[in-house]
């Protein structure tokens, strides 16, 4: 099952420009992470922000997360060329031992130069 | 060693053949996980393996069958798989315990195409 919805499923802008990504998730969840995907390989962790965080600033990429209303955006500044790629959110839920990674949607970055 | 290989890169093979991914990672992670993406979905979780034992199996057919030998490999058998079930198959790792315990390393995927 899916965990997080991304709006929008796409967008395409220009070199320099901001990009948001914006996840609704369903259950209560640890935390939520966003990872990017190159061309339909491996992911890459970018960055994960604690369901006690509001705010998390890494590089370019700063991350909220809004409990209450159960979502979560992630804004590239200044956008590249190379950011070109699928963003995914994934809320990470614990129990004891186990940890389960769900992830929603994604959104597909199109950065123009 | 910050890396998640997955062998093989591709694999085509025949509804009646028997075949086996692997994953491999020696970061000391605890969590081994398996995905399976179809073309522009996200990935489903189908596997989770903690300290070695599985922990959640996600409904996941008995055609794909995990294994966890070691705390470094992980491996998952197919037998009698449907043309459906052709996508990448993707491993990851996490720690269990530690400020960065949460967050998972993926390979690069195993492109499975079965005919």
């Known amino acids: 099952s899916q965990q997080g919805e991304e709006d929008p499923q796409a967008l395409s802008i220009q070199e320099g420009e901001n990009a948001t990504m914006n996840c609704s998730y369903k259950t209560s969840i640890n935390n939520l992470q966003w990872y990017r995907q190159n061309s339909g390989r491996g992911l890459v962790h970018l960055i994960l922000i604690r369901s006690n965080e509001r705010e998390k600033h890494s590089g370019r990429l700063r991350v909220t997360l809004d409990t209450s209303k159960k979502s979560s955006s992630l804004l590239i500044t200044a956008s590249r060329a190379a950011d070109t790629a699928s963003y995914f959110c994934?809320?990470?839920?614990?129990?004891?031992?186990?940890?389960?990674?769900?992830f929603g949607k994604g959104t597909l970055l199109t950065v123009n130069p | 060693d910050t890396e998640v290989t997955q062998t093989p890169k591709h694999l085509v093979m025949g509804m009646t053949n028997k075949k086996s991914l692997k994953c491999e990672q020696h970061?000391?992670?605890?969590?081994m996980y398996w995905y399976k993406q179809k073309a522009k979905k996200p990935p489903e979780l189908m596997f989770v393996y903690s300290y070695e034992k599985l922990s959640i199996n996600e409904s996941v057919p008995s055609r794909f069958s995990p294994e966890c030998p070691n705390s470094s490999l992980l491996n998952l058998h197919l037998h009698a798989l449907q043309p459906e079930d052709s996508a990448l198959y993707l491993c990851?790792?996490?720690?269990?315990?530690?400020?960065?315990?949460?967050?998972?390393?993926f390979g690069q995927g195993t492109r499975l195409t079965v005919v």
């Open positions: 970061m000391g992670h605890r969590a």
């Open positions: 990851a790792s996490s720690r269990l315990q530690g400020a960065d315990a949460r967050y998972a390393f």
């Open positions: 994934a809320g990470g839920i614990s129990g004891g031992s186990n940890y389960k990674l769900t």
